[in-house]
Structure formats: C-alpha cells, structure tokens
Nanobody
Framework: QVQLIESGGGSVQAGGSLSLSCAAS????????VSWFRQAPGKEREFVAG???????YYSDSVKGRFTISRDNAKKTVSLFMDRLSPEDTAVYYC?????????????????WGQGTQVTVSS
C-alpha cells in the first residue's frame, strides 16, 4: 500500500511564501504522476498543480505564476513552493499520486492521497 506523508504547512502573512513537501512510499515513484489539491472551508477540493512522469507541469489559473511544483524521484518526494500567498490560498493542501503518467484535474482519478496539511494566510 502506497503511503504519502505531507509536511511544511503553517501560517504566513499575505505576500509571503511557504513550501510543502510530500514523501511517497511507492516503489516505482518515477512512473507516477503527482499532484497537489486543496480544499478551503465550505468549498470543494480543487486541483492546484500536477507533474507527469516526463516532468511536464500543469497549474490551475489561480496559482499559475505563483506556485511551482517539483519532484525528486531519487528521494520519492514532490514539493510545492508557494509564493505571493493571499488569504484566498488558505486551505488544507493534499498531495496525490497515481501510477500512470498523465496529469488530470479531476480528483476522482488519483489513487493515493496524503492526510493533508493546513496552510493559513493572514491579511
């Protein structure tokens, strides 16, 4: 069973930056597509960023140009660097992976999920 463990959440003031990390136990992690989703209070979970096995990256319009997704296949980790944060970015952030290469924005097709980490941005 694949496990994902997230770290790096916390509180930051608007305009600041924060990095999240997700460690995976998948044996063939390099084959997996990886992603970050988030869920704000009272809202549905939404796609934030994703990266396929070929290192192509994809972002939602709301974070494009501010967030950067990266992966380290040797360490089996996926990271999300978040810059110029605003209160609208406040949410629980989840990493998710699936054992095929394509990134998709629908949460239902991702096989494994982390427990989530809280990001709070104050104005």
């Amino acid at each position: 069973q694949v496990q994902l463990i997230e770290s790096g959440g916390g509180s930051v003031q608007a305009g600041g930056s924060l990095s999240l990390s997700c460690a995976a136990s998948a044996r063939t992690f390099y084959h997996y597509a990886v992603s970050w989703f988030r869920q704000a209070p009272g809202k549905e979970r939404e796609f934030v960023a994703g990266m396929n096995s070929g290192l192509g990256s994809y972002y939602s319009d709301s974070v494009k140009g501010r967030f950067t997704i990266s992966r380290d296949n040797a360490k089996k980790t996926v990271s999300l660097f978040m810059d110029r944060l605003s209160p609208e970015d406040t949410a629980v952030y989840y990493c998710a992976i699936k054992p095929t290469g394509d990134v998709q924005t629908q949460q239902g097709i991702w096989d494994y999920w982390g427990q989530g980490t809280q990001v709070t941005v104050s104005s």
